[in-house]
């Protein structure tokens, strides 16, 4: 695992600990206090398995900036048109939300033929607000800094992301 994702994930503990080991984070325990250094590469999303659609509460301004666009009206068809690499996002969120589980993976969003932008990203379950699902998850993107103009221009026209690999892990230490 990321040693990113590692510090993210014991600051997302110790929030669980302190509502008594029971609970999952809610959405309002994702604060600026405690996830100061990881809100720029973050989102919130609330989930609706029937549409497939999900709904995003927060998006941090590292990944606004990457896609130069509205993430939160865009559809996940927009960034996953291939059913196949749709229903692979959702199977792994559904896994994480149901299990109580996370998944840590690695993807890239294809700018064109030959440049990809790659990245890692890490999905942990939120307590379900209003019945819906939720999660936060936490991204690296790499090369960000040498992306250029045109590049992001590329990427938000059309935003295709093909997932490399999802690794589930346990979220608690008796697991």
């Not at 994702?30 to 609706?48: G, N, Y």
């Not at 029937?50 to 960034?79: H, M, Q, W």
């Not at 033929?113 to 936490?138: H, I, Q």
């Not at 093909?162 to 008796?174: A, G, S, V």
Request: proline share 6%; charged share 25%; with cysteine.
């Amino acid at each position: 695992m990321h040693h990113e994702f590692e510090g993210f994930l014991k600051v997302w503990q110790r929030v669980m600990h302190a509502k008594g080991g029971i609970s999952m984070p809610a959405r309002k325990d994702i604060t600026v206090r405690d996830f100061a250094e990881w809100l720029p590469s973050m989102l919130i999303t609330s989930w609706d398995f029937d549409v497939p659609e999900r709904e995003v509460a927060y998006v941090g301004t590292l990944i606004d900036d990457l896609f130069l666009r509205d993430v939160k009206s865009t559809s996940l068809v927009d960034y996953f048109p291939d059913p196949e690499e749709l229903e692979i996002q959702l199977g792994a969120i559904k896994h994480v939300v149901s299990e109580l589980v996370g998944v840590e993976g690695d993807a890239f969003i294809s700018i064109n033929d030959d440049k990809k932008v790659s990245y890692s990203f890490m999905n942990l379950p939120l307590a379900p607000e209003n019945g819906m699902p939720l999660t936060v998850s936490f991204f690296l993107i790499e090369d960000i800094e040498t992306l250029c103009d045109s590049d992001r221009e590329m990427i938000s026209k059309s935003p295709v992301v093909t997932i490399n690999r999802t690794e589930f892990f346990p979220l608690f230490d008796d697991e």
